[in-house]
């Protein structure tokens, strides 16, 4: 913020406007007096004279009518000598009365003469134009006559400053409503300050101070002190300086403005923030000097009240009500300000807040949030934005050698202490993205960043998870993906194609896996093994996996006496699904919806479904199989299951994959761990069925292993229904 407060100084030095002509030029004196005589003599008395540093240039009038005139035509007189009478008997006295109501010049400083004693104006008359002096001619000895002009013009000269100092304020208000970012208290006040300082004539050796009550706090604390020693931050009772204490202290409690001794200026923040300035001036003020500060002082009230309005708004814009720390725009708009060397962003999501939450108490939950945000807030210096999101979510902006996975990982290291409380030990995910200065919007980058968090959430909850950007690039493609799957599988644009398993000792046709297919609406192919991990990460697989087994069995109803009875149709089973709690329940419930018998129906789980829990995966397959339903154990090899996992699941049979079979590690003539797979399932007294058999070498290998079945392109690639139910007609026809 503290740019801001440089700009809000800048106008403040740089006055313009008529205001400012003096400087350049002399004073602009104006004579009115219908005695030419009168003009000569005042000129040569004055002549050659400076005031302030600055000569008096003169311009001469000698009627009202002609003053009128001149006066209309320029704003830069600092005085006119006016005669009373000149036409009519108080002609002069009208004309003041026209320069002040009808011109409204309240600045240029009049001096009343008159040659005639008994024309003295009443006192009021002098109050209400404002009059400077009122003097008989007779008694304007050269001396007289300069020193009365003298004060003149330094009462005109205060004024202009005063005036510059309103405009300038003014600015300050505007520039605090109008810049979109806060200009902040402590450089509102110093704005006051400087101007008090230059309208009052205070030279820098003497004090003006602020000072800040605020509602909930009975202390004072100063706000800004510029003096030479730096009181700010201080409470007002620590303060050196007995007068500068004591006046500020009496303005507070009194409420109102103080002119003894110095002067005490109160701005009243409706009770919720109470301002005052201490300006020590050389002597007591004038009549004058008081009121132009009234008017001063009811500007800067203003300014102030909207200040705090503004304040408060921008409080609510940019900062979290519950834990005082920045919230999500302010964390955008310092990630759009893109300050060099702040390059990394992290979004901090507290596991399981919503267990602690719901188990205990709301108020809880906010203490947790309130510790949390404390320590965030200790643990990275000041330059690292910390910030509350929402929720549980927190974010960090800062340099990469601050904002670092390890460092956030320590903050949760440590237990929570909390308030009156047990300790509370608490883990947290992180995703953390390092900004690459394309200068990526804030509200971007907050989303690669939880796209991040979700990964890491993923992968390795509790833990940090640094994301780059080509990831995050590869995380909206697939988001995008995963939209489109979703439409095409309620679009019933998914659909399934049968690859044969054939006994490889006799060619008989045991069965078929069907496999899922998406077609895009752009006639584009995805294969599987893209967007099945996709339907898993987001829950899709659930639905999807129930149409393809519904699908499949119904299939396998329409082959009825086209195949043998044992027929079987295998259905890949996903992990997700495994993990449903009703899963079994489902599928033998679409089992008696369709009406086939567990015997012609296979499931096939990949190695992965074993991670979870063994005994609850036991009990579900034997719920399975009691139904006559098969279960085979597909790509073995490449996961992790140990002979005892293939044991306790009482497994049908173990598909080799293909990668053993027509891959790399496969080939033609070794068969290393086909062969060791099919010998090891023997052992165990379960089938075998190798996949991915291309040539008939691979599959008289395989045989002369002892596999029983096989699945490959040498037998036939995956085919849609028409063409599967054709391919059998074919090799029946041929007598396979
Ligand atoms: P998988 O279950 O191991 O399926 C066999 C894969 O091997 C299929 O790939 C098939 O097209 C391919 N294949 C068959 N014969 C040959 C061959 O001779 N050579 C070669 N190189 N490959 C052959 P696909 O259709 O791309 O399926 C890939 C994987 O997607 C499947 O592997 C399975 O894990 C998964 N998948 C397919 N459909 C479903 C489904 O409905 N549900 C679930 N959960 N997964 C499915
Ligand atoms: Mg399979
Ligand atoms: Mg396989």
Known sequence: MAHRDDEAFVFMDEPDGPAERPQARGWQVLLVDDEPDVHAATRLALKGMEIEGRTIEFSHAYSAAQAMELLSRRDDFAVALIDVVMGGHDEGLQLVRRIREELGRQAIRIILRTGQPGYAPEIDTIRQYDLNDYKTKSELTQVRLFTSLTMAIRSYAQIRRLESGRRGLEQILSATLELGKPMGMPAFVGGIMAQLRALLNVGAERPVCAAIRELDSPRCILAQASHEDSWAGMPLRDVPDERVRIRLQQTLDERRHCFEDGVGLFFSGRGQQDLAVFVDTPGPLSDLEQRLLAIFCGNIAIAFENLRLYLDINDLAYQDVLVRLPNRNAMVAAIDAQASGMDVVA???????????????????????????????????????????????????????????????????????MAGGEPLRLSATAGLIRLKGNGLPGVAVLKNAGAALKQAKRFQRGKSMMFETAQADAA??????????????????????????????????????????????????????????????????????????????????????????DFRVAVNVSHVQFAEPDFVHRLLGILDEIGIPGKQVEIELTESVAIGNIDVLARRLDELRARGVKVAMDDFGTGYSSLSVIQRLNLDRLKIDRSFVSGPQGGDDHFGIARTVIALARHLQVATIAEGIETSAQRLALQASGCEEGQGYLFSRPLDEAAFRQWLLDRRAAGG
């Open 476 to 565: 909206r493609d697939r988001i995008q993906m995963l939209n489109r799957l979703r439409a095409s599988f309620s679009a019933e644009h998914l659909f399934l194609n049968y690859q044969p398993f054939v006994h490889l000792g006799d060619g008989r046709v045991m069965g078929a896996e069907c496999l899922l297919r998406w077609k895009t609406p752009e006639g584009l192919f995805i294969p599987p093994d893209r967007f099945i991990p996709l339907a898993e990460q987001s829950g899709l697989m659930i639905p999807i996996g129930e149409w393809v087994f519904r699908t499949a069995l119904n299939w396998r109803k329409s082959l009825a006496g086209l195949v043998d009875d």
């Open 347 to 417: 979004l901090v999501d507290l596991d399981n807040f919503s267990e602690i939450n719901s188990i205990l108490d709301d108020s809880y939950g906010d203490a947790v949030l309130l510790a949390v945000a404390r320590k965030l807030r200790q643990a990275f210096p000041a330059e690292t934005l910390v910030a509350r999101l929402g929720g549980d979510l927190f974010g960090l902006y800062g340099p990469g050698a601050q904002v670092t996975s390890q460092h956030i990982a320590q903050v949760f290291a440590e237990p929570l202490e």
